[in-house]
């Protein structure tokens, strides 16, 4: 084996008139065409803090109600959280 070309293979290769009429038309093409979002990048992230603060909620609801065994629409109360910060601040 060697390590030489075949001058076809180095050579660039040439375009026949076929190509050059369509690569335009397919540049126009790909020019054109634009994707647009669905959803816009702000209405996401509202989306997402707004499922975050859900997730939130939910999860001290359920620890507060089930594994507390307390009232899970109380853990939604501001009593309930000055409670809480007196505890944890020493106050009580």
């Known amino acids: 084996m060697t390590n ?3 001058e076809q293979d180095v050579a660039p290769k040439k375009r026949s008139r ?3 009429e369509t690569e335009p038309s397919e540049r ?5 065409w634009v994707q647009i979002r669905l959803i816009p990048i702000w209405l996401r992230i509202v989306l997402v ?4 603060l859900c997730a939130a909620a939910g999860g001290v ?4 109600g089930f594994l507390g065994s307390g009232e899970p629409s109380d ?3 501001w009593s309930t959280w000055q409670h809480i910060f007196d505890i944890i ?3 009580e």
Request: aromatic share 12%; proline share 0%; no cysteine.
């Open 89 to 91: 601040e020493g106050k």
């Open 28 to 32: 126009a093409r790909r020019a054109r």
């Open 18 to 20: 076929r190509n050059e």
């Open 75 to 77: 853990a939604l109360k």
């Open 49 to 52: 803090l707004a499922l975050l």
């Open 61 to 64: 609801m359920f620890g507060y």
């Open 4 to 6: 030489e070309f075949n």
